[in-house]
């Protein structure tokens, strides 16, 4: 899954795709490198992001997603959490809902219903304003399996068929950086608990520059292909990534090894 940020805000790609030419051009170019999605996003939603009106969030993406609709066949993802910007983004031809609340807004899961797409249920708590304050879980694999189950529930609930859905830890939301971890070791568990398959989205995120002696996150591409092939192994089957070559190189490579199964010594 190719990140495509159409904001002034994002940590890494803010302010270089907004023009919906730029970003049919970067579409294109994540397609040529072995995307298989391409998720386009109108709200930067890193640590302390200050919320934008769902007005002005959907104006960011439709021409976006309509320019993409007419420029590739490529299937596209709409990363929003409100259920006003996920009605217009189907509209204009979304084929899956990528919401980072888990379904927080209670309208979200009748507008997604209905539409036959797709939906990835990311966990995270709070809002990107506040979620760094709630980072206290017992155990944290546990209870972000407990709470994507809630997610998971509300969709149930509104006649989303499972096959439709996938899981997301949310890494970096909600989380310290060893809790990041610990999720990414435990995404097997997770999968297996709560039957679905789970999308990892670790891309430069600040873990990795911590990790790595505090690089920028324009320098964290190779600690996010670390972060891909380990989360391959441990259950990962989607990855949301910004550097998409790099990614699906070492993903095709790690897979083309890992799938065969490990021989008794
Ligand atoms: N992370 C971000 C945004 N959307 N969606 C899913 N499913 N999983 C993620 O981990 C995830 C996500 C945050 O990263 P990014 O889009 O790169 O930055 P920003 O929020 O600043 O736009």
């Known amino acids: 899954m190719g990140i495509l940020n159409v904001t002034p805000d994002s940590f890494s790609d803010g302010g270089r ?3 919906p030419a730029d970003a049919v051009a970067q579409a294109r170019r994540m397609a040529a490198e072995g995307a298989d999605i391409v998720d386009v996003g109108g709200e930067s939603t890193r640590p302390g992001a200050p919320p934008v009106s769902a007005d002005e969030e959907a104006a960011r993406v439709v021409p976006v997603l309509r320019a993409l609709r007419e420029a590739l066949d490529l299937p596209v993802s709409v990363d929003t959490r409100r259920a006003a910007v996920a009605r217009e983004a189907l509209a204009a031809g979304a084929d899956v809902v990528n919401d980072v609340s888990g379904l927080a807004d209670a309208e979200m899961a009748s507008v997604v219903a209905p539409s036959g797409a797709g939906l990835v249920l990311m966990h995270m708590r709070g809002t990107p304003e506040t979620m760094q304050r709630l980072t206290d879980y ?5 209870d972000v399996a407990a709470e994507l189950a809630e997610s998971l529930a509300r969709a149930d609930a509104a006649g989303i068929a499972r096959e ?4 997301d830890p949310g ?3 909600a989380k310290t950086a060893e809790q990041n971890l610990e999720l990414i070791a435990s995404l097997d568990r997770i999968g297996a608990q709560l039957g679905r398959p789970m999308l990892l989205g670790a891309s430069r995120k600040s873990f990795i ?3 790595l002696g505090g690089v920028p996150a324009d320098a964290r591409d190779a600690g996010t292909v670390g972060a891909c092939v ?3 192994a441990r259950g990962a089957r989607l990855f949301r990534v910004h550097d998409v070559r790099a990614a699906r190189q070492a993903l095709d490579v790690a897979w083309a090894v890992l799938r065969i199964p490990a021989r008794a010594p």
């Open 209 to 211: 520059g911590a990790l």
């Open 171 to 173: 890494i970096g939301f």
């Open 138 to 142: 017992g155990d944290v694999v546990d």
């Open 17 to 19: 795709f907004l023009d």
């Open 164 to 167: 439709r859905v996938v899981l």
């Open 230 to 232: 380990a989360g391959l």
